[in-house]
Structure formats: structure tokens, C-alpha cells
């Protein structure tokens, strides 16, 4: 499988989008909830309308038009967006407002904006676009079934270029609800500390990616996607460990031929002793970055960690990520393993052009 | 690698009834669904009308042998998939690549919504376990572990047109070789908050819908689940019986009109009908009957019966809208009707539109009227419009 990355955007809790360097400053955040970083929209966005979309509409349609730009693709073949979550905040503002209202007098604006193909629509809608359109709601694989469409798409050759991304929002409520599952850490710890926080939890994150992937080689492309596969609950680090390495096999490649390892730490004790567990065995230390602690933990996360594959593969640099570490031109192939809840393992294999 | 998918399995559950067999006699009695909302709690439930499925969750669960505890949405989703699944009787289902491919709008919202009314007063009182589940991709998960199936579990969430989506996309899971049989569909518990955001569109029917009639006044909601149990070329060949039907077409368009409302051109329907039949190789003349998906609102029924128009005209093959039973049973619509297409192939039936009396001023077509049995069905088409502008149709062929 060959599928050519031509852009790569995110917006996340970093200054990821437009012109930013490439995570040059990284920002430092001390308490568990990363924001994302809003753009200025105007250039992306009528005025008007900035004003009515909630924040994940706006993220999404911004880092999708934006996507298409550095590609030079004016009209996808295909769109295709994930979204565990969807749009909560419109959720929220409706659910509220019926229960406080009683089911009277009511406005249908954010239940017309709460369904979850919004983002997805709302890119149709902009560019006029009649194509395949496509929204998955799974959960920690939401970003990884839309990928695998698009992958899907390009091979049974309905489409040249897919627009493919994901987008989650968190809102106070759903931050506050996930809360009191434990999810976040409990006391303030920095995000530039939070491999060595040793404690329980993790930092919520938000943000949107999207990219544009296409059959055929193109000019400028960051980098070729070469594998995906996922694979939900496992029975400890054996599992993952073999399953990485079947992966790799089937790409004729082993553990050493891998110049990078994303991993999925979050800084929860356990998730990062149990990926500690498969990986130390596997791969070395110097192979190995994480990137949660720029993003944050959310279910479409690894839609950012693609997005820092591809540039890193483009640029052949790391960014202050993991301060020992830099990538010479030998740099050649990128692999993610992302985790989710420790239940949801997701593998993509990036090389360079 | 699969060059063709069939359809070995069916399931549904809806407000005409709770299995397959049910649902062919309520079509054929002309008995719809609706009636006065009872399960569900809300203000409306004497003036606007719904078809909820005629089980309280306890019974539900029982059927589905779940925890009653949780959403209706799973429990509605498990009974139907696991009757498709038990129809196909697959001997050796669990050593093949299985996948199921739901689809649904509202997730646990039935339950969130309950937790939100405490949330609000106090954001650490509420019950968690009502909200552990309101992902939609939970209520897909829940159904997944009952079943035992692994390999490719996912969830589609495109509006009104979630469930065909979803039997599309897994049905490219198989032809691209990932799985040997998928189920796939989708599921849609009525809630209040559904009912509530259709009310402030104002285009609930206060009475019976009248889909594809020059009066109608709008949809009346649903609620339930329509699974197939999808096979590739090899494992049909392995099966006990002859299956039911291959899909044989299908196609995701874009209206890119409005986020909720459609074209009066209906380029959207225009799109995704044409671009199914390019796919299955069939002329419009092949179409035996289309499922419409004929909500009973003034601009869908005007979008799609345009497009019809467009496609079809002069010779226009028989149609109908089950929603007509069933109400409009949103994520759940394009699985539930798939259903019936597929036993409209099999058994050779076209399923009446209820109360349809006046035909639409612009449209030069009927909706079939009665119950018809005997007739030569070879290729059906079915129909899922949904906000966002997404359209779907499948078609499917006799085998």
C-alpha cells in the first residue's frame, strides 16, 4: 500500500497551524486540560458564519480548507471525518436549554449543529462539494476507520484525493463528566513533565487534523502512508509486541529498520508502564518520542500524532520533542503506535518520498 | 478479495414489530406504528405522535439479554443484529473474519439526557453509569462484545443516512478482502432530544404521515433497528441456504444545498441514485420498485420526488415509503428499509404507502397504494437522505 500524504494540518493546544515554525515553542500548559489554539478564521471562514459555528466546526472546516490549500486540491474526490465525540458543545447547548425550558420554545440552531457529520457537511457545503462524504463515530478508532475509508477509496480508485481528518472538542461539561471518571490527573502537572508525573490520569486535549491523501505521487508531498491497522483490547504487552511485529513483517520490515516510534503515553502510571513493557523489549530508547504531552489525550489524538509524522518526516527534524534526540537525512520510516484507554491500539507506518 | 456481497441474514425491530416475521404481517394487515408517544417520557405525548417499538426497556433486555439498565439504543441494536445473525445461519461463523458496522444519531443520549437534568444543578451529582454509554460508538461496542466479534467493529453517524452508509462501507470491507461477513446497519432509540429538535424544525406531523401526498404536513418519528448479515462470494457458497439477495449498487452523494434542508433540484437523491445504478450496471428501467426514503416533509418529498423524476421519468417503476409504518426511525431508516428490500426481492412483495391520497401537483407518479404479492422483483433501490446533505441509495438484486 502506497498512499501519498500531499498536506498535512493540525490545530491543536501547540501552535500548530498557518505559519507557525514547526513547534518551535512549545507551550506550557500546568493545569490537566489543554485548549486548542484558535486561528484567526477569517481568511477560511465567511464572517457570519464564524460567529454561529460552535468551536469543533470552525476547527474543522479551518484545518480541512487550509489542508486542501497546501495540497493544491481544489475540489476533493472524497471526504471523510472522524469525530468520537462530535459536536458537544451545540449538544450540550440543546440538552440544557430543553431541560431547563421544559421541551418549550426552543431554537433549532444547535440541534442542527449537534449531529455528528456537521464538520463533515459543513466542508461539503463550503466547497460545493457533491462527492463521497463519510463521518465515523467509533470512538478511540474514529480517526482510524476514517482513514482506512480514504485508504479504501484510493485503492478501489473512486478518488484521487480524499480529504480525510478527525475533530473532538471538550467542553466544560464534557470535561467535568470525564473528570469523575478519573480519566485526569487530579493534581496541576506541567505537560512538559508529564512522562515523569507518576501518578495516576492523564491531560485532556482537543484539536483537529486533516490531510490529503492521494494515489499518486505528487511534487511536494510530505511523506507516503504505507500501513494502517488497529486492533481493539488486548491481552497485555506479548499482544501488542507481536502484533507490531507481524506488522512490520507484512511490510517487510523488522524493529530495527524503524528510524521513529510515536508512541501513545499519556502520562498515566499504568498505560505508560504497560507500553514501556512491550516497547522496551522491541525497540531503543533513542527511537522512541511521544507527543500527548503537546496535544493532550483525546479520542482522535493519533490524527495529530499522523499529523507530526508527516512533518517530521518531511523536515527530517524533530523539534524539541525529546531534547537527546535528532534525525539525520537517513531518516526514512516513521511508526506510530497510538493507544487509546489501553484498549484501542492503532499502528500506521509512515516512509519518506 | 470479493467481487460480489450477499446478503445472507436480516433483522428489525420497529413499531410494527420485533422480528422479521412481524413486520411481513404488519405490512400486509396495512397496520402502522404509530400511536400516541407511551414509553418514552415528554411533553408531547398526547399531541405528537411516534412509532415507538411496543416494549418497555425490562423487556427489551430480556430479549436482548442485557443489563435493562442500559441504553435503548443497545438493546433495541442487539436484538436485531443477533436475529440477522442467527438467520444466517453460519456454521462456522467464529472461525471467519467478522465484522459489525453500525450506525446511529443518538448514541446513549436516552440515558444522558436523564443524567444531564441532575449534571445541571450540580456537576458532581448525576449518575455516571447513565452517561459511561453515550458515545455512539459505545452503543456499537456493547452490541460487538455480546456477538464476539472483533476484527472490524465501527461506527457511522451521517444523519438519516448513518445505517445504508454503514452496509456500504462494510460491504467494502469485504470486497477489499478485509472480512469473510460483516453485520452491519444501524440503530435509533426515539429520545427527547431527538423529538425535540425535529419539533423546533417544525416539521413533525401532528398526525399520521402522509409521505409523497400533495398534503403531507411533515414526519412522524421511529425507533428501532435493521441489521444484514453480509457475506463475501466464498462464504455464500458455504451457506445452508441460497441468500437472499446480492447488493448489487450503491453510492454516497453530497446535496452541498443546506446543513438540513435539500435542493428543490434534488441534486443530492439525483446523485447518489444514479451513481448506485452506474454501479450495479443497471438501466433505470431495471428498477423494479424503490424504497423511497419519503419522510412525509414538503422538501424532502418535493427533493427526492424530483429527482426521481429527473432519473426515471417517463416509466416510472412502483414506489412506496415505509415510513409510512414505521415512521421515520432516523439512523435506524437506512438499515430497516434495506430489510425490506431485501424481502421485497425475495419474496417478490411491494409494501403499500399508507395513506397516501393525493399525488404531489408536480409529480407524475403514484406511490403503490396496496399490499402486492407475486410480483417480479429483481432489483430494488432504497433511499437515505439525511441532514448534512448526505445521501445514500443501495440497490439489490435478486440472486
Redesign the interface.
Known sequence: MKVYIRSAVSISAQNTFGNAPFLKDIIEYTSPRLKAIEPDYKSYIDARLIRRMSRIIRMGVAAAKESLTEAGVAMPDA?VTGT???CLED?GI???R???Q???A???TA????????V???I??M?????????????G??FE?ALQ?AI?LL??QEATNVLTGAADELTD?SY??LN??NLYKKEPVSNLSLYQSASPGTIAGEGTAFFVLSDQPGRHDLGVLTGLQTF??HSGPTEVSERITTFLASNDLNAEDIDLVITGKNGDLDTDELIDQWYNPLFKPQQQINYKHLSGEYPTASSFALWLAARIIKTKAIPALVKAKTLTQSTKTVLIVNQYQNKYYSLMLLSAI | MSANVYIAGLGVISGIGNNVSEHLAAFEKGKAGMADITWLKTRYAHEIPAAEVKQTNAQLAGKAGMDAGLSRTALLSMIAAREALADADISNFHSLRSGFVSANTVGGMDKTEDFFAEFMNDNASGDLQQVVNHECGSVTELVANELGIKDQVTTISTACSSSANAIFYAARLIKNGFLDVAIAGGVDSLTRFTLNGFNTLMILDRHFCKPFDENRQGLNLGEGAGYVVLVSEQVAQLLNKQPYARLSGYQNSNDAYHQTASSPEGTGPYLAMKGALKKSGLKPEDIDYINLHGTGTANNDQSEGTAVKRLFGPRYPKMSSTKSFTGHTLGASGGIEAVFSVLAVKHGIIYPNLRFETPMADMPFRPVKEFLKGQTVNHVLSNSFGFGGNCTSLIFSKV
Open positions: 471526504i468520537a465525540y462530535g449538544t440543546f440538552l440544557s430543553m431541560i431547563e421544559e421541551e418549550e426552543l431554537s433549532p440541534f442542527i449543529q449537534s449531529t455528528h457529520n456537521t463533515g457537511a459543513q461539503a457545503l466547497l460545493q462539494c457533491h462527492q463521497y462524504n463519510n463521518t465515523f463515530v467509533h470512538k478508532f474514529s476507520s475509508d479504501m485503492q478501489e461539561a467535568a463528566v469523575r471518571f481493539y483490547r
